[in-house]
């Protein structure tokens, strides 16, 4: 009786898990055609990281006057990902009227199935403006004499630094939809939402260490210590581990740190991981409860 009882709860289990992948895989496959079938996604994901991506490279090259760190490249894509925070309110602000999102419950899709069926299009979306970034880059690396993005990929020998580099900006890339989700739940007004998500973007992109390099910022303390709340330094110094393979030396962070008495934000590999899946939780909690205002409104 008892293993009849257990073999029941199994298969409900097994159910309930398919009926959810499902649920999911519809969110996934309905926010997929929304997005690439509209003429105003492709201005979040083409032109807005484009230009981004440009003025992340004037200030990095000094405005094309200097030579940009070769293990600071990468760090080049996280500014086109960060828009994805753009691109986030702007596609559920545009969801708030329809008919999905006020019958969500007589799907019964609920807020996890939502929310998770998202973010995977939106890692989709997030490659597919990595991809146009990756152009952008290469172009820029045969029209100015400071860019040499051409050489740092060749220079990469190592596939466990291309796996850690996209394993980065793909967390970066998450945890930007969930600050999307968390913002426009919250207020009511585009026109607020997306002048916050500026401030934001331009806020974690100077904090994060991307406008402001990791050898600029060591070199301040209090800057450092700021850092600490900004969910992209976490993202950013991921990513430089890997590109700079400092999971087999640590010493290697002088290839992009000049002295040897700036301080150091992470010394192991794990702290930067722990931060950033630590803020992905709390934005991840925090956007459920603000999709529930969303679709109130």
């Given at each position: 009786?008892?293993?009849?009882k257990?073999?029941?709860?199994v298969?409900?289990s097994?159910?309930?898990v398919?009926?959810?992948?499902?649920?999911?895989?519809?969110?996934?496959?309905?926010?997929?055609?929304?997005?690439?079938?509209?003429?105003?996604?492709?201005?979040?994901?083409i032109?807005?990281?484009?230009?981004?991506?440009?003025?992340?490279?004037?200030?990095?090259?000094s405005?094309?006057?200097?030579?940009?760190n070769?293990?600071?490249?990468?760090?080049?894509f996280?500014v086109?990902?960060?828009?994805?925070?753009?691109?986030?309110?702007?596609?559920l602000?545009d969801?708030?009227?329809s008919?999905?999102?006020?019958?969500?419950?007589n799907?019964?899709?609920?807020?996890?199935?939502?929310?998770?069926?998202?973010?995977?299009?939106?890692?989709?979306?997030?490659?597919?403006?990595i991809?146009?970034?990756?152009?952008?880059?290469?172009?820029?690396?045969?029209i100015?004499?400071?860019?040499?993005f051409?050489?740092?990929?060749l220079?990469?020998?190592?596939?466990?630094?291309?796996?850690?580099?996209?394993f980065?900006?793909?967390?970066?890339?998450?945890?930007?939809?969930?600050?999307g989700v968390?913002?426009?739940?919250?207020?009511?007004?585009?026109?607020?939402?997306?002048?916050?998500?500026?401030?934001?973007?331009?806020?974690?992109?100077?904090?994060?260490?991307?406008f402001?390099?990791?050898?600029?910022?060591?070199?301040v303390?209090?800057?450092?210590i700021?850092?600490y709340?900004?969910?992209?330094?976490?993202s950013?110094?991921?990513?430089?581990y890997a590109?700079?393979?400092?999971?087999k030396?640590f010493?290697n962070?002088y290839?992009?740190?000049?002295?040897i008495?700036?301080?150091?934000?992470f010394?192991?590999?794990?702290?930067p991981l722990?931060?950033?899946?630590?803020?992905?939780?709390?934005?991840?909690?925090?956007s459920?409860?603000?999709?529930s205002?969303?679709?109130?409104?």
């Amino acid at each position: 009786m008892l293993n009849l009882k257990l073999k029941y709860k199994v298969q409900n289990s097994f159910i309930d898990v398919k009926n959810s992948f499902i649920k999911e895989h519809k969110v996934f496959l309905y926010t997929s055609k929304t997005i690439f079938t509209s003429f105003k996604s492709y201005i979040y994901l083409i032109i807005i990281p484009a230009l981004l991506s440009f003025i992340d490279l004037a200030i990095k090259s000094s405005f094309f006057h200097n030579p940009i760190n070769h293990y600071l490249y990468p760090t080049l894509f996280f500014v086109p990902i960060l828009s994805m925070i753009l691109f986030t309110s702007f596609i559920l602000f545009d969801w708030r009227k329809s008919i999905f999102i006020k019958q969500m419950n007589n799907f019964k899709i609920t807020k996890i199935n939502f929310l998770l069926g998202f973010i995977n299009a939106n890692i989709v979306a997030s490659l597919f403006t990595i991809a146009c970034s990756f152009l952008y880059l290469f172009i820029f690396g045969f029209i100015t004499p400071t860019n040499d993005f051409i050489n740092w990929i060749l220079s990469i020998i190592d596939f466990r630094q291309i796996l850690g580099v996209i394993f980065a900006l793909l967390l970066s890339s998450i945890l930007g939809t969930f600050i999307g989700v968390s913002i426009t739940g919250t207020l009511k007004n585009i026109y607020v939402i997306q002048t916050i998500n500026i401030l934001i973007i331009f806020f974690m992109a100077i904090f994060g260490d991307i406008f402001l390099s990791p050898n600029d910022s060591s070199s301040v303390l209090a800057i450092s210590i700021i850092g600490y709340f900004v969910p992209q330094k976490y993202s950013t110094w991921l990513l430089l581990y890997a590109n700079a393979e400092m999971y087999k030396n640590f010493y290697n962070v002088y290839f992009f740190i000049n002295s040897i008495d700036s301080y150091i934000p992470f010394s192991y590999y794990w702290q930067p991981l722990l931060g950033n899946l630590g803020f992905i939780i709390l934005t991840f909690s925090y956007s459920c409860y603000a999709f529930s205002l969303n679709i109130k409104k």
